[in-house]
């Protein structure tokens, strides 16, 4: 089973960027569909983005679509996920998650493995 680990979380003003990886340890990273959820605080989690074990198919929420964009790099065993013209809305805690069995286009299931969780603050 792989271990997340997400990094590249921070502060950054309405309509900026930001660029979150989340790293994978195990050699059989391209077997997990990966995908990016949040929470944001009084708030359900969201299931934000997704991407095939592949790389080959990605899923995203209305809420982001158009402004984030979701990849993976198999060989490194990084999945990203590039965050454009952020909103307070955007303001959450943004946590990767794996899972062998995952069809991320029927929804955020119930992944297997999870990482640790980045805060995103946006500034208004």
């Known amino acids: 089973q792989v271990q997340l680990v997400e990094s590249g979380g921070g502060l950054v003003q309405a309509g900026g960027s930001l660029r979150l990886a989340c790293a994978a340890s195990g050699s059989t990273f391209s077997s997990y569909a990966m995908g990016w959820f949040r929470q944001a605080p009084g708030k359900e989690r969201e299931f934000v983005s997704g991407i095939s074990g592949s790389g080959g198919s990605t899923y995203y929420a209305n809420s982001v679509k158009g402004r984030f964009t979701v990849s993976r790099d198999n060989d490194k065993n990084i999945m990203s996920l590039q965050m454009n013209s952020l909103q307070p809305e955007d303001t959450a805690v943004y946590y990767c998650?794996?899972?062998?069995?995952?069809?991320?286009?029927?929804?955020?299931?119930?992944?297997?493995?999870w990482g640790q969780g980045t805060l995103v603050t946006v500034s208004s």
């Open positions: 998650a794996a899972d062998r069995r995952w069809n991320i286009h029927s929804g955020p299931g119930d992944p297997e493995v």
